[in-house]
């Protein structure tokens, strides 16, 4: 699977808009973005994935450059609730088999929401 | 959505005892479950693939007869850490992947290993 990259950490004000960038320069053509958090002391929370068009769901929006070397985690209204750490991770299709379900995660970025 | 729980979700031992962790998919089945371990400060580190019906598959490093996966129905994976020693004590979490083409993984919520 790619590497990523991404900063280690990050601060957004509360209600505004958190951008969150990640590098995969190295990302097949075969290979979807997947972004999860984890919330302290809890299991990573699955937030949004995409190959190569733009996608968006209650929780967030996923932007992913043309060239797919990179990409942006938009969560719209940041609440305290969000502060997490964030991973975003590229991975083939599932449907390859188990090997190719596997997730593994980087140090992800440490996303703090400030009141 | 779909959930994923763990039982215990806390563990305080004694060195040398084994811990059974059981991870279940309360409203999907799933023939395939991973266990991560996450220590202080750090990020998840994959150890195995559980596999229902078959032996799981471990990532290097990761002694098998040390932690035993045992995926025993489509709903159930258990992780044994036998013989436990203090090095042990981390936050065991598991998912299970839900989907085709492109799986959503559903994490539980972790259970947290001491080791006295």
């Known amino acids: 699977d790619a590497k990523t990259t991404q900063p280690t950490s990050m601060d957004c004000a509360e209600g505004r808009a958190a951008n969150l960038p990640c590098n995969h320069s190295?990302?097949?053509?075969?290979?979807?973005v997947y972004w999860y958090r984890q919330i302290h002391s809890q299991g990573p929370q699955y937030i949004i994935h995409g190959l190569k068009n733009n996608e968006t769901n209650e929780m967030a929006s996923l932007i992913i450059t043309e060239d797919r070397k990179s990409s942006t985690l938009i969560l719209p209204h940041a609440t305290l609730r969000d502060t997490a750490v964030y991973y975003c991770?590229?991975?083939?299709?599932?449907?390859?088999?188990?090997?190719?379900?596997?997730?593994?995660f980087g140090q992800g970025t440490r996303l703090t929401i400030n009141p | 959505g779909a959930v994923v729980s763990q039982h215990p979700s806390r563990v305080i031992c004694k060195s040398g005892t084994s811990v059974k962790i059981e991870c279940r998919s309360l409203?999907?089945?799933?023939?395939?479950m991973f266990w991560y371990r996450q220590f202080p400060k750090q990020s998840l580190m994959l150890m195995a693939t559980?596999?229902?019906?078959?032996?799981?598959?471990?990532e290097q490093g990761v002694e098998k007869d040390k932690f035993l996966i045992n995926h025993a129905s489509l709903t159930l994976s258990t992780l044994t850490v036998t013989s436990a020693h203090p090095e042990d004590s981390s936050f065991y979490i598991c998912?299970?992947?839900?989907?085709?083409?492109?799986?959503?993984?559903?994490f539980g919520p972790g259970t947290r290993l001491t080791v006295l």
């Open positions: 991770i590229v991975r083939v299709a599932s449907v390859l088999g188990a090997g190719a379900q596997k997730l593994v």
């Open positions: 559980s596999n229902e019906g078959s032996k799981a598959t471990y």
């Open positions: 409203d999907f089945q799933a023939t395939t």
């Open positions: 190295t990302i097949s053509g075969n290979e979807y």
């Open positions: 998912s299970a992947p839900r989907g085709r083409v492109t799986d959503t993984q559903y």
